[in-house]
């Protein structure tokens, strides 16, 4: 697990003593041995694997694939693949992770064409065995090769002048996680959606990649020299400068950051564009946690330069209709009753659910205190109807199982898992998360983050605003009122949602 995260140095602590049993040791040596590589110890590598050699063999294909991994970190990428010819009639596993390898060392001596057939095969195996074997929710595709495998496929068909391909390998896995049907995707009719198009940014272990497709069907791309380590540290640290209130550290780090996964060839789609101009903005896995209106251009907000629209994948084949929102009855739950719970209390949470029907005007589903119950929620999530809620998420032990991180819906009554929603398939035209951290969640490789929002999104819900950190109380309801105040005088739901972070930040809230 610790590898798939590229956290080699947690894997090692792991590990602890090698087991006496001849199958686990060597099984534990491989591991540590792709963990000393990876963490550059490999002095240490090459100790581990000689010593795998002694005990099965140094043209076992185990063997054979751990040097070959040795190799490519020094730079040896013809010796790497002298390496995995040994690896000839391995198991699955093991030969998707020959081939990517395969592509990878292909890609750095310049043959794009070697690379793409490798990393092709390599991703046909892991998708093989999944249809036949991989019950539980989760990808082998990120298990096994990781998502710099997929970097690396698109990066062969960019070299080979074929960026639109490029761009399908890497939102087809995107969508493919989120929907799990074998509809293809027209990435055209998603650019053309949207004013500005599309950006997809995917971070693999050691690079990543952006492009950009403009809605008259033109793509650019740019290479991303750091890896989902250091630019998931870098968000980290961009997060916590919002929380302490520092608006001059916020702005260098978001500036910084916008530099990396917004580089010229991709900027330039906004370099005339208007703040209603909207741009669809895909942000695979760990990328999810980032709060892309804190990205600086040019010294100006994302988004005072256009209206940014923030997906983990693209949910549909084509882009829907707009939501039909105003005149349309909403589920306005919240303001759950919290005494001798842990909780802290919300005095606002009623007076922002009471503020937004006064706003929708006509009659809604309403549930507060003791009436916001987990039935009161499975109803409106039943319905179909547009919702917004008011309360707590929590990480509560009853919600720990499945793929999704153990967290719910706080009511009245207890809580309502993540999981819980994800089982009722909530089909709404819009859902409005108004709690802490809405939109976090457990970090899958190939997946993403594995939350609330994501139940929503993968339920079926297509129009989700949720939260990436602890909300103000008040900040959340003055948020709350602006948002459906524009939405009521027409706008769409991601256009209210910038025009209320704006109003936010004019009230002298943080840029957060």
């Known amino acids: 697990i610790y590898l798939s995260r590229d956290q080699p140095r947690l894997a090692l602590d792991q590990l602890g003593p090698l087991p006496e049993q001849p199958r686990s040791r060597a099984e534990a040596l491989r591991i540590r041995a792709a963990a000393l590589t990876r963490a550059g110890r490999l002095e240490e590598a090459e100790g581990s694997i000689d010593a795998l050699a002694e005990l099965v063999g140094d043209r076992a294909p185990a063997t054979a694939l751990a040097a070959a991994h040795l190799d490519a970190r020094r730079g040896s990428w013809v010796d790497a693949l002298a390496r995995l010819e040994q690896v000839e009639g391995a198991g699955t596993a093991t030969a998707a992770q020959a081939a990517a390898l395969e592509g990878s060392c292909a890609l750095h001596l310049g043959d794009a064409a070697r690379a793409e057939e490798a990393l092709t095969r390599a991703r046909d195996l892991a998708d093989a065995w999944q249809r036949t074997h991989f019950e539980a929710s989760g990808s082998v595709v990120g298990e096994w090769l990781g998502v710099q495998a997929l970097v690396w496929g698109a990066r062969a068909r960019l070299d080979l002048d074929r960026p639109l391909e490029a761009l399908e390998l890497l939102e087809g896995q995107g969508a493919a996680s989120l929907r799990r049907d074998g509809r293809s995707l027209d990435l055209g009719a998603w650019a053309r959606h949207f004013e500005l198009g599309l950006v997809s940014i995917t971070l693999g272990a050691d690079d990543g990649l952006v492009l950009h497709l403009s809605p008259q069907g033109e793509v650019a791309s740019s290479v991303v020299p750091h890896g989902r380590v250091e630019v998931t540290r870098a968000i980290e640290r961009l997060l916590q400068a919002s929380w302490d209130g ?176 994800l089982a009722c398939a909530p089909a709404l035209p819009l859902a409005v998360l108004n709690a802490c951290g809405t939109a976090q969640g457990v970090v899958v490789d190939g997946e993403g983050l594995m939350g609330l929002a994501r139940a929503f999104l993968q339920g079926g819900t297509r129009n989700v605003l949720a939260t990436l950190w602890p909300v103000e109380d008040r900040a959340a309801r003055l948020g709350s009122e602006r948002f459906h105040a524009l939405l009521a005088a027409g706008r769409r739901p991601s256009e209210a949602a910038a025009g209320a972070r704006r109003h936010l930040r004019a009230e002298g809230f943080a840029s957060g």
């Open 246 to 421: 520092d608006e001059g550290r916020v702005a260098r780090l978001g500036e910084e950051l916008g530099a990396v996964l917004f580089p010229p060839p991709i900027r330039s789609c906004l370099q005339r564009a208007g703040e209603d101009e909207r741009l669809l903005v895909v942000l695979h896995g760990a990328l999810e946690a980032l709060p892309v209106h804190l990205l600086r251009l040019d010294s100006r907000w994302l988004d005072d330069r256009c209206t940014p629209v923030v997906l983990p994948a693209l949910p549909a084949p084509t882009p829907g209709l707009r939501p039909a929102l105003v005149g349309t009855a909403w589920s306005l739950l919240g303001s759950p009753l919290l005494g001798g719970t842990e909780h802290p209390p919300l005095p606002e949470a009623l007076a922002e659910v009471e503020a937004v029907r006064r706003v929708l005007d006509g009659p809604h589903h309403v549930a507060t205190g003791a009436s916001f119950t987990r039935r009161s929620v499975l109803r409106a999530l039943d319905r179909r109807s547009p919702l917004h809620l008011a309360t707590h998420l929590a990480a509560d032990a009853s919600c720990d199982r499945g793929v999704l991180s153990g967290t719910g819906i706080v009511t009245s009554d207890g809580v309502l898992c993540a999981e819980e929603v």
